[in-house]
């Protein structure tokens, strides 16, 4: 059973679109005559059984209930937008692009590398990796720094469980994490010009160990498609989703902060935290307000994504302003 | 071209007659594919999970693209010394402008939903918006004074000068594009390169 505990970061009645132009969303659209019809609109409500798979993707089988704690206006997002609007440069830097050309990447078998700071590492098998841990379903919103959301019943594991299993030593102070470098088989990655690859991305240990971090093995009750990051990626919903890096080949324990492939790209404008923060404006636009995908109208931007209550703490003290 | 072709049996076709008819009909015509195309993808659930943010790229593309075609028709009858080209020139110019405020309704009326305040927060903070707010408002001017009329009323010369503005338009729309992506410059580095060459045949033809 699904019990609501109000929360400072939900959204207050006086913030909500009126009913009337919630529900005539549909009429104002179409009434530009230019988005007539877009199916992507009509989108279930969010309920709390587990998802039944869309039958594109192998269905993941021993799945618990896990976290699905979601506001009145979180609905969960069609699976046909959220695997077909994607960012995932080593694909290309369109939004179509990773669908249109992920159908060549071979997600099994696989391998991930545990190294560094710890004493169980080694190279593992993905379904041993995976094995010793439970399988929970989690609904999370996903929020892009593009000022765009989702709301995804992802699959996978406590990430705090492996870091546990991977048995750190006392040095290790943050989680490092590499994608894969595939050019013949990722298109974006043939070229120079996108970005550094491999795509690397990190977290402090204690924001690894925070019970809401996962590694995703799946989404929509089957295996996660290869444009949404397969085989396994990282879930961490209080962050932009950039941070949440796709197709992890190496978690490394470090003790310096790593550096993720956006801040060195473009330190301006992309930090190591990318918490969701509408106090902190990107440079060059606001974040403040975001599009869920299927609306109409923008919404607020939720403080941490909507998960202060989880997460706030990690961050006490801190001038987040500065550390972006 | 019934005339054209009623009198063929006796003389040869006259081409040139035949071109300077279509010419403006068909360019008009290929002009409107882009919108009409977006049209059908519109109709049939074609814009994808984001339709807003597609139809703000898909025209302001076209519309940087109208520019660049507008351009053109001076280096192309520079090199050819094809000068029935020079014809369509202003049609283009006013395509340009079409694409454009398209392109900003999407912005205003869709992703901002006429939130004036929000709009000229962004305007006054988002330099790829005051950028490219400044090279829409280039246009509007050179809209305006597109008629015969004006350019009889202001004088050929003056008129010129005037709509050499276009330049910084094209060159402000090109940065605009750059300052609004995150990477894979690819595409507006195209586009500069296809205007610096453009730029570059008329500084060679015009200044021997």
């Known amino acids: 059973?699904?019990?609501?505990?109000?929360?400072?970061?939900?959204?207050?009645?006086?913030?909500?679109?009126?009913?009337?132009?919630?529900?005539?969303?549909r009429a104002m659209i179409a009434g530009t005559g230019l988005i007539a019809g877009s199916a992507l609109l009509a989108a279930p409500r969010a309920h709390a059984a587990l998802q039944k798979g869309p039958g594109v993707n192998t269905p993941l089988a021993n799945v618990k209930e896990g976290y699905r704690k979601l506001g009145e206006k979180d609905a969960i997002t069609p699976y046909d937008a959220a695997s077909s609007y994607n960012n995932f440069y080593e694909f290309g830097t369109g939004k179509d692009d990773p669908a249109a050309n992920s159908g060549k990447f071979k997600p099994l078998p696989w391998s991930v590398k545990v190294d560094g700071l710890c004493n169980n590492g080694g190279t593992f098998a993905l379904e041993d990796f995976i094995k010793p841990h439970q399988l929970e379903e989690r609904i999370y919103r996903l929020r892009c720094v593009e000022a765009w959301s989702m709301v995804i019943p992802w699959i996978g594991v406590s990430l705090a469980d492996v870091v546990k299993r991977s048995d750190p030593q006392g040095s290790a102070k943050y989680l490092q994490f590499e994608t894969v470098v595939r050019p013949e088989e990722m298109s974006g990655q043939r070229s120079k010009f996108i970005l550094p690859w491999p795509y690397v991305e990190g977290l402090r240990m204690d924001e690894a160990m925070n019970p809401l971090a996962i590694l995703v093995t799946g989404m929509y009750g089957e295996a996660v498609p290869n444009q949404n990051g397969a085989p396994l990626r990282l879930m961490a919903p209080w962050k932009y989703g950039f941070k949440n890096i796709k197709s992890i080949v190496r978690i490394s324990f470090v003790e310096k902060q790593p550096e993720n492939t956006w801040k060195v790209?473009?330190?301006?404008?992309?930090?190591?935290?990318?918490?969701?923060?509408?106090?902190?404006?990107?440079?060059?636009?606001?974040?403040?307000?975001?599009?869920?995908?299927?609306?109409?109208?923008?919404?607020?931007?939720?403080?941490?994504?909507?998960?202060?209550?989880?997460?706030?703490?990690?961050?006490?003290?801190?001038?987040?302003?500065r550390n972006y | 071209m019934t005339d054209a072709i009623t009198a063929a049996p006796k003389a040869p076709i006259d081409w040139s007659t035949i071109v300077r008819r279509l010419l403006k009909p068909v360019v008009f015509t290929i002009s409107c594919l882009p919108v009409l195309w977006l049209g059908w993808l519109a109709l049939n659930n074609g814009l994808g999970a984001n339709p807003i943010e597609k139809l703000i790229r898909y025209n302001g593309d076209w519309a940087l693209r109208f520019l660049l075609i507008g351009l053109a028709v001076t280096p192309i009858r520079l090199v050819t010394g094809w000068t029935e080209i020079a014809r369509v020139r202003r049609m283009l110019g006013l395509f340009a402008f079409f694409y454009v405020c398209l392109h900003l309704s999407a912005y205003v009326g869709l992703d901002r939903f006429f939130d004036w305040r929000a709009?000229?927060?962004?305007?006054?903070?988002?330099?790829?918006?005051?950028?490219?707010?400044?090279?829409?408002?280039?246009?509007?001017?050179?809209?305006?004074?597109?008629?015969a009329g004006m350019v009889k009323r202001m004088g050929a010369k003056n008129w010129r000068r005037m709509h050499r503005v276009i330049y910084f338009t094209t060159i402000a729309a090109i940065i605009h594009y750059i300052m609004m992506l995150k990477a894979g410059y690819q595409e507006p580095a195209l586009y500069g390169a296809i205007l610096a060459v453009l730029l570059a045949i008329r500084a060679v033809k015009k200044w021997p």
């Open chain 1, 1 to 25: 059973m699904l019990i609501r505990v109000k929360q400072k970061s939900d959204v207050a009645s006086h913030e909500i679109t009126p009913q009337s132009v919630y529900l005539n969303r």
């Open chain 1, 265 to 321: 790209t473009n330190p301006g404008e992309y930090g190591f935290y990318a918490n969701v923060n509408p106090k902190v404006d990107h440079p060059r636009w606001t974040q403040a307000s975001e599009r869920r995908i299927g609306d109409f109208l923008r919404r607020d931007t939720l403080m941490f994504n909507g998960y202060e209550e989880e997460v706030a703490s990690l961050y006490a003290g801190m001038d987040l302003k």
């Open chain 2, 119 to 147: 709009i000229w927060a962004d305007i006054l903070k988002r330099v790829y918006i005051t950028v490219g707010m400044g090279a829409f408002l280039t246009l509007i001017p050179l809209a305006i004074t597109s008629t």
